[in-house]
């Protein structure tokens, strides 16, 4: 067992880490306080070959694999998750097609996305379907003529990098819109240049400033049946995409912690106060200890679910696994930026520090791609199912 990281992989992690020091810490607050989407943290990403990590090198990929996307979001998180978030969408929109599209919509849509010439969204929430993506109301329905094409109509929500976004990734109910079951939703490679694609309105957020988040509004859009993502009925596409995710969404809020205790850490060692510094003090020791040992659990909980997603092992039996790493390192970004508050006192709760920044974005984590009580949700049962099981 080698808890090493790859040569190749470490050095991923130093060159992210430098570019991440060099240009993203220093943008974090004008991005968070403008709002503006940081196009020249993207040129950045795309000239350091970042946007293919996880594309094969045929489609003009690297092939870091998951685990590279993963170290590499957690590097940009220390300092901006708007930022790592950017990272995030070159894998969450074209996962369904990696596992199950065709060689032509590979060729079409991802070398485009590793040479940043394409950006995607990812369609699955609805303002009354979040968790309960069944309950979803976008229809598609054959296209008179019976060539296997399809029209779909409905509004997807909550989509990040929508504005930016070139083509998504949308799912939409193909059976009875009343059905709750499984096969009654497809995928389809939707292009925002197509008719009857449009942005609806954007949100205004607590945090993650500068990649909008919003509204993706579907008006009688044809699409081709060449635009089909796998199989009519392949709502278990959604699941296995974002089963495969966990780890990504995983690595941001570990990075988010890891920047916020750093922060705090290098204070409190300068804050004088009861003639000394308040890291003298056992009570604030032991606080910043028991943050240290979390974020190395969440780290190991990590690099471990991404590592069986590189195997492609996110099905069933292998949820807990996945949905643990998820789990706690968003619930630990949350804590961990809570601390850096506390520790700061009352300059930690003002602009002049990155704290109430990272307090701000953690909450999204434990909100997003499964909030933390589905997460807990899939643990349980993968323990009632003794997917989970230690005899």
Not at 199 to 217: Q, S
Request: contains cysteine.
């Amino acid at each position: 067992m080698d808890f090493d990281l790859s040569p190749e992989l470490a050095a991923l992690q130093l060159s992210v880490r430098r570019l991440a020091q060099d240009k993203v810490k220093p943008r974090a607050r004008q991005i968070d306080t403008t709002g503006d989407y940081p196009t020249d943290l993207f040129e950045a990403f795309r000239d350091a070959d970042l946007l293919g990590l996880c594309l094969p090198t045929e489609l003009g990929g690297s092939d870091a694999g998951i685990l590279g996307l993963t170290v590499a979001i957690e590097e940009v998180a220390k300092y901006s998750n708007a930022a790592a978030l950017m990272l995030l969408l070159t894998r969450l929109p074209v996962g369904p097609v990696l596992i199950a599209g065709s060689d032509d919509q590979k060729k079409r849509y991802l070398p485009g996305i590793a040479s940043g010439e394409l950006r995607a969204g990812f369609g699955l929430s609805e303002a009354q379907a979040g968790s309960d993506v069944a309950g979803m109301r976008t229809r598609a329905v054959p296209e008179a003529g019976n060539d296997g094409a399809w029209i779909l109509s409905g509004t997807k929500c909550w989509m990040s990098g929508v504005r930016e976004a070139d083509w998504y990734t949308v799912f939409a109910k193909t059976g009875d819109p009343a059905s709750r079951a499984h096969d009654s939703i497809t995928a389809f490679i939707v292009e925002r240049a197509w008719d009857g694609v449009s942005v609806g309105r954007t949100d205004r957020k607590m945090g993650v400033h500068g990649v909008d988040t919003g509204e993706l509004v579907l008006d009688q859009v044809r699409v081709p049946a060449d635009n089909v993502i796998g199989e009519v009925g392949g709502f278990r596409l959604a699941m296995l995409g974002l089963n495969a995710m966990r780890p990504i969404v995983a690595a941001r809020g570990i990075g988010l912690a890891e920047g916020a205790l750093m922060y705090a850490t290098e204070y409190v060692k300068q804050r004088e106060a009861f003639g000394g510094t308040i890291a003298d003090l056992q009570g604030i020791q032991w606080e910043i200890a028991k943050m240290a040992v979390d974020i190395e659990a969440a780290r190991l909980l990590t690099y471990r679910s991404a590592w069986l997603a590189d195997q492609g092992k996110f099905t069933k039996e292998y949820v807990p696994f996945l949905s643990m790493a998820k789990y706690f390192a968003t619930e630990l970004a949350v804590r961990a930026s809570g601390l850096a508050v506390q520790l700061l006192g009352a300059a930690g709760y003002m602009e002049d520090h990155p704290t109430e920044l990272w307090y701000r974005d953690a909450r999204q984590l434990t909100i997003v791609e499964g909030t933390s009580q589905v997460q807990l949700g899939l643990i349980a049962r993968g323990v009632l199912a003794h997917d989970l099981w230690w005899d």
